[in-house]
């Protein structure tokens, strides 16, 4: 992968991307980054992730970070969650960022359904399922400029 | 892509890589993602990054909001940034987090010069050029279970 000063392209337009379109693309990808504060710093995770109901992110992870963990149940938080799909070298592609809570998902039936449908790719890590709920969607796709 | 319940594949483990090793990792991809605040918010926006010496992460972007920007010069900030290479169907590759104080560059000498290296990929962005000094280095590398 390579493609910052080999040029060749021309300059590309990065056009918004609506919301629900947003969420279609987000949901089409199985991966992507959650964003989050940890100790007071900015800290991010590639997780595995599902849209439900074309709304709501769900992944499974551990938001704060061990030490607080260990003494009560993760907090609500707000968290951005990003997914892209870019081309690197054709400089062509999509990111869409959601930002909003993180709740922690504790009906046990929900938990159930959702261990079945998100398997953590690495075993055995401590994590919690959370559930995103969009509150700002944004996103950006990345297309030729037209010549003028 | 797809992978998440398609299964087929044994669990993986998250094998920790080494500082020296996690940077020439980053420095073999062209982009990334850069996590900052922004109005209290946690934010996240892909860009096209090099690194300098082995060390020094440059980037091109704006990692305040437009009011603030507008009316001062961007302000020494904590990022995170981070760059993988995973492939979602075999659930095999790597992330690398470089976590550190983001510095504006304004040496003249030294802006002309990433300016050259680092061509955005969207023109008309107003940035600023940003080095990342790497504080904190961490990095998995997802390899396939040993049978025990």
């Known amino acids: 992968m390579s493609g910052i000063s080999e040029g060749g392209f021309g300059p590309r337009r ?11 693309l987000l949901a089409s990808v199985p991966f992507g980054r959650v ?3 940890r100790d007071a710093l900015p800290a991010v995770r590639p997780v595995n992730h599902f849209v439900e109901d074309s709304e709501i992110v769900v992944v499974r992870t551990r938001l704060t970070s061990r030490l607080t963990s260990a003494v009560r149940a993760e907090p609500d938080v707000v968290v951005a969650y990003e997914a892209d799909d870019i081309d690197p070298v054709a400089q062509l592609g999509w ?10 998902v504790t009906d046990p039936e929900r938990v159930e359904r959702y ?10 890590s401590m994590d919690s399922i959370v559930a995103i709920e ?10 030729e400029e037209k010549a003028g």
């Open 35 to 37: 964003i989050f504060t």
């Open 115 to 124: 261990e079945r449908l998100l398997r953590p790719w690495v075993e055995g």
């Open 134 to 143: 969009p509150t700002l969607v944004s996103g950006i796709r990345l297309v």
């Open 14 to 24: 990065a056009v918004p991307i609506r919301r629900a379109e947003a969420l279609r």
């Open 95 to 104: 990111s869409v960022v959601v930002t909003g809570i993180a709740r922690p």
